[in-house]
């Protein structure tokens, strides 16, 4: 079983709010991914991580920004939050090819 | 990575085999094919991979052509809380750069009923 966290699991949030979508994985991981998800569509990759220091944007354009100072750790933030962002994120990390998800955060902006 | 093609739902009886189909007839000769599941909104899980020959583990078989240009995942015996979304996915095992990322579709809906 994958250990890999992700807070909060819930977020509501007004419009113009800086957030910040924690992600951290105990398996010593160096890959790390970060997708978006609306509600009965597909995933979508939008950061990933090889390691410490490394990000990446991925296939869909974000206006989320990422970090990785810590190998544990790739926090994702919205500086200003708007409606538009509402989605689930989902945040994986892997070693070789499988990647290991967390339970996901839900993101509603009014 | 190569496209993949899926019904968009399939049912199933409950304690009979579900039989999920893929194409992906433009696979490379590097790249492997993947299947995830996505229950309810919860995190995708992995579920099994495979290049070439056929694989199984505790949770499902993977049967692939010889042309490689489809596979079936079966589990043998579904049960209702396997009712989910899979995902089947062809990606090169390349551990750097974008070509190791996963491109989920959207995947076939499997409905186990009692």
């Known amino acids: 079983e994958a250990d890999i966290y992700q807070t909060p699991r819930y977020l509501v949030i007004g419009t113009g709010k800086k957030i910040t979508l924690e992600c951290s994985q105990t398996?010593?991981?160096?890959?790390m991914y970060w997708y978006q998800q609306d509600p009965g569509m597909e995933l979508h990759l939008i950061h990933y991580?090889?390691?410490?220091?490394?990000?990446e944007k991925g296939d869909l354009s974000s206006e989320s920004t990422v970090s990785r100072i810590r190998t544990e750790h790739f926090p994702l933030t919205l500086e200003s939050a708007r409606p538009s962002h509402t989605s689930q994120y989902l945040c994986a990390s892997s070693e070789w090819e499988t990647q290991y998800f967390g339970p996901g955060t839900r993101l509603l902006v009014l | 990575d190569a496209k993949t093609t899926q019904p968009p739902s399939m049912d199933c009886a409950e304690g009979r085999a579900a039989n999920l189909p893929c194409n992906h007839s433009t696979i490379s000769g590097n790249e492997y094919v993947y299947w995830y599941r996505q229950i309810h909104s919860q995190g995708p899980q992995y579920i099994i991979h495979g290049l070439k020959n056929n694989e199984t583990n505790e949770m499902a078989s993977l049967i692939i052509t010889e042309d490689r240009k489809s596979s079936t995942l079966i589990l043998p015996h579904a049960t209702l809380r396997d009712t989910a979304v899979y995902y089947c996915?062809?990606?090169?095992?390349?551990?750097?750069?974008?070509?190791?990322?996963?491109?989920f579709g959207k995947g076939t809906k499997l409905s186990v009923k009692p």
């Open positions: 996915i062809v990606r090169v095992a390349n551990y750097g750069g974008s070509q190791g990322n996963l491109i």
């Open positions: 991580s090889y390691g410490v220091n490394s990000t």
């Open positions: 398996m010593g991981h160096d890959k």
